[in-house]
Protein backbone atom coordinates (compact mmCIF):
# COMPACT_ATOMS: atom_id res chain seq x y z
CA UNK A 1 0.00 0.00 0.00
CA UNK A 2 1.12 3.61 -0.60
CA UNK A 3 0.44 6.49 0.90
CA UNK A 4 0.35 10.43 -0.71
CA UNK A 5 -0.09 13.30 1.59
CA UNK A 6 0.23 16.96 -0.58
CA UNK A 7 1.30 20.07 1.43
CA UNK A 8 1.71 23.66 0.66
CA UNK A 9 -1.34 24.50 -0.53
CA UNK A 10 -3.60 28.00 0.43
CA UNK A 11 -5.06 31.26 -0.54
CA UNK A 12 -2.83 33.88 -3.10
CA UNK A 13 -2.91 36.12 -5.10
CA UNK A 14 -2.93 36.82 -8.41
CA UNK A 15 0.19 36.79 -9.67
CA UNK A 16 1.80 34.97 -6.08
CA UNK A 17 3.72 31.81 -5.99
CA UNK A 18 3.08 28.52 -4.28
CA UNK A 19 4.77 25.37 -3.32
CA UNK A 20 3.52 22.05 -2.85
CA UNK A 21 4.79 18.90 -1.86
CA UNK A 22 4.03 15.23 -1.94
CA UNK A 23 5.29 12.66 0.74
CA UNK A 24 5.02 9.27 -0.05
CA UNK A 25 4.78 6.30 2.29
CA UNK A 26 4.41 2.70 2.30
CA UNK A 27 6.69 1.61 -1.21
CA UNK A 28 9.74 2.26 -2.72
CA UNK A 29 9.46 5.46 -4.28
CA UNK A 30 11.96 5.90 -6.19
CA UNK A 31 12.09 4.96 -9.94
CA UNK A 32 8.46 5.70 -9.90
CA UNK A 33 7.01 8.42 -11.98
CA UNK A 34 4.84 11.37 -10.12
CA UNK A 35 2.64 13.72 -11.65
CA UNK A 36 0.22 16.35 -10.00
CA UNK A 37 -3.19 17.08 -11.53
CA UNK A 38 -5.73 19.13 -10.83
CA UNK A 39 -9.37 19.73 -10.05
CA UNK A 40 -11.70 22.86 -10.39
CA UNK A 41 -15.08 22.64 -9.60
CA UNK A 42 -17.54 21.53 -11.90
CA UNK A 43 -14.74 20.17 -14.51
CA UNK A 44 -12.30 17.16 -15.16
CA UNK A 45 -9.44 16.15 -13.09
CA UNK A 46 -6.56 17.42 -15.56
CA UNK A 47 -3.25 16.87 -15.75
CA UNK A 48 -0.53 19.69 -14.90
CA UNK A 49 2.78 17.58 -14.48
CA UNK A 50 4.75 14.75 -14.43
CA UNK A 51 8.46 13.23 -13.36
CA UNK A 52 10.32 10.37 -14.24
CA UNK A 53 11.16 7.99 -11.55
CA UNK A 54 14.73 9.51 -11.55
CA UNK A 55 13.90 12.89 -11.97
CA UNK A 56 15.75 13.62 -15.13
CA UNK A 57 12.65 13.71 -17.67
CA UNK A 58 9.66 15.89 -17.00
CA UNK A 59 6.44 16.77 -18.89
CA UNK A 60 4.14 19.82 -18.34
CA UNK A 61 0.43 20.59 -19.33
CA UNK A 62 0.34 23.62 -21.85
CA UNK A 63 -1.65 25.63 -19.47
CA UNK A 64 0.96 25.78 -16.94
CA UNK A 65 4.10 25.50 -19.18
CA UNK A 66 6.39 28.34 -18.46
CA UNK A 67 4.85 28.95 -15.12
CA UNK A 68 5.63 25.72 -12.94
CA UNK A 69 8.22 23.51 -11.85
CA UNK A 70 8.05 19.45 -10.82
CA UNK A 71 11.05 18.25 -9.14
CA UNK A 72 11.52 15.38 -6.78
CA UNK A 73 13.80 14.38 -3.82
CA UNK A 74 14.07 10.87 -3.86
CA UNK A 75 16.16 10.59 -0.27
CA UNK A 76 12.95 12.40 1.30
CA UNK A 77 10.13 10.22 -0.73
CA UNK A 78 8.97 13.71 -2.33
CA UNK A 79 7.82 15.35 -4.78
CA UNK A 80 7.52 19.03 -5.54
CA UNK A 81 5.52 21.38 -7.51
CA UNK A 82 6.59 25.15 -7.39
CA UNK A 83 3.90 27.34 -9.10
CA UNK A 84 4.73 30.96 -10.18
CA UNK A 85 2.47 33.93 -11.84
CA UNK A 86 -0.75 32.26 -10.71
CA UNK A 87 -3.71 32.93 -11.98
CA UNK A 88 -7.44 32.90 -10.87
CA UNK A 89 -8.04 29.79 -13.46
CA UNK A 90 -5.49 27.93 -11.02
CA UNK A 91 -7.91 27.81 -8.65
CA UNK A 92 -8.22 24.03 -7.97
CA UNK A 93 -7.87 20.80 -5.82
CA UNK A 94 -4.50 19.74 -6.30
CA UNK A 95 -3.37 16.02 -6.43
CA UNK A 96 -0.32 14.06 -6.26
CA UNK A 97 -0.15 10.42 -7.78
CA UNK A 98 2.44 7.76 -8.40
CA UNK A 99 2.62 4.94 -10.75
CA UNK A 100 3.95 1.83 -10.06
CA UNK A 101 2.95 -0.62 -12.34
CA UNK A 102 4.67 1.58 -15.52
CA UNK A 103 8.08 2.12 -16.96
CA UNK A 104 10.40 4.70 -14.57
CA UNK A 105 10.81 6.84 -17.64
CA UNK A 106 7.39 7.20 -18.62
CA UNK A 107 5.35 10.02 -17.97
CA UNK A 108 1.37 9.83 -17.56
CA UNK A 109 -0.39 12.50 -18.54
CA UNK A 110 -4.01 10.17 -18.61
CA UNK A 111 -4.95 10.37 -14.82
CA UNK A 112 -6.47 6.42 -15.67
CA UNK A 113 -2.65 5.38 -15.90
CA UNK A 114 -1.78 6.15 -12.26
CA UNK A 115 -1.96 3.77 -9.34
CA UNK A 116 -2.35 6.31 -6.15
CA UNK A 117 -3.55 8.95 -4.94
CA UNK A 118 -3.08 11.66 -2.65
CA UNK A 119 -6.41 13.85 -1.25
CA UNK A 120 -5.26 16.60 -2.59
CA UNK A 121 -4.60 20.29 -1.39
CA UNK A 122 -6.60 23.20 -1.74
CA UNK A 123 -5.10 26.31 -4.38
CA UNK A 124 -6.92 29.17 -4.20
CA UNK A 125 -5.79 32.57 -6.53
CA UNK A 126 -7.94 35.49 -5.83
CA UNK A 127 -7.79 38.53 -8.67
Known amino acids: QVQLAESGGGLVQAGGSLRLSCAAS????????MGWFRQAPGKEREFVAGISGTGGRTNYADSMKGRCNISRDNAKNTVYLQMNSLKPDDTAVYYC????????????????????WGQGTQVTVSS
Open 26 to 33: GRTFSMCP
Open 97 to 116: AAVYSGAPYYIPRSRREYDY
